[in-house]
């Protein structure tokens, strides 16, 4: 099927801000939906059910997988998240151009399988930096940090396959240059198919 609206995938590693522009961005921008990803992590105390992600249990999810219902899946950090075909094309068919916000393994099965994305890649501004925000989390444990940190590092060795790449030094700005990227790849007009 052919959709006018498009996807966009935000990755970076966790601590590089991705959250925060992405919240900027859906403020900013109208018909954009973020898509609600699924997973096996446990709920985060403040998170909710079918809001913040759809908590599955392991069997639950690996059935999606078995059935077709993921147009990306990975296991990050040690848990399993991934895309529902649903979330996607019930939004594009609606007008919306939906923003993807997953890891770099994801992003690259979606630049596959719909290579009409736009890819935005978010960068801390150093390693120095995405500790201090890490640790500032107080959510997790030392060990934690420290699995994320090696995460961070596997992940921006991809950062030369996404189109873009935002280093988020100062985050007005770093918004401001998301926007920008919607905006002229909106005006570019490139169908979605999938
Ligand atoms: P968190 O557990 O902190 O919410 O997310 C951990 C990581 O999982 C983040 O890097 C986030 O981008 C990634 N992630 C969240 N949803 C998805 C998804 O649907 N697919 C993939 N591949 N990664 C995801």
Redesign the pocket.
């Known amino acids: 099927m052919q959709f006018k609206g498009r996807i966009f995938v935000v990755?970076g590693?966790?601590g590089a801000g991705k959250g925060t522009l992405v919240v900027k961005l859906m403020n900013r921008v109208p018909y954009l939906h973020l898509s609600v990803?699924?997973?096996t992590?446990k709920p985060r105390p403040d998170e909710i059910p079918g809001v913040d992600y759809h908590f599955l249990s392991e069997e639950e999810f690996l059935k999606g997988v078995e059935e077709g219902k993921f147009l990306?899946?990975?296991k990050?950090?040690d848990?399993l998240?991934?895309?529902l075909y649903d979330e996607v094309k019930e939004f594009l068919a609606g007008g919306y151009d939906v923003v993807?916000?997953?890891?770099v393994?994801?992003a690259l099965q979606v630049k596959e399988r719909v290579p009409e994305a736009a890819l935005i890649f978010i960068s801390p501004p150093s390693w120095k930096e995405l500790k201090a925000r890490l640790e500032k989390r107080r959510t997790e444990t030392k060990e934690a940090v420290e699995r994320r940190i090696q995460n961070a590092k596997a992940e921006i060795k991809f950062a030369d396959k996404y189109g873009y790449v935002i280093i988020n030094d100062e985050v007005e700005r770093a918004a401001e240059r998301l926007v920008n990227i919607v905006k002229q790849e909106r005006a570019k007009k490139k169908p979605t198919t999938m």
């Open positions: 990755s590693p966790s990803s699924a997973t992590r990306e899946w990975a990050v950090h848990c998240y991934g895309t993807l916000e997953i890891d393994q994801g």
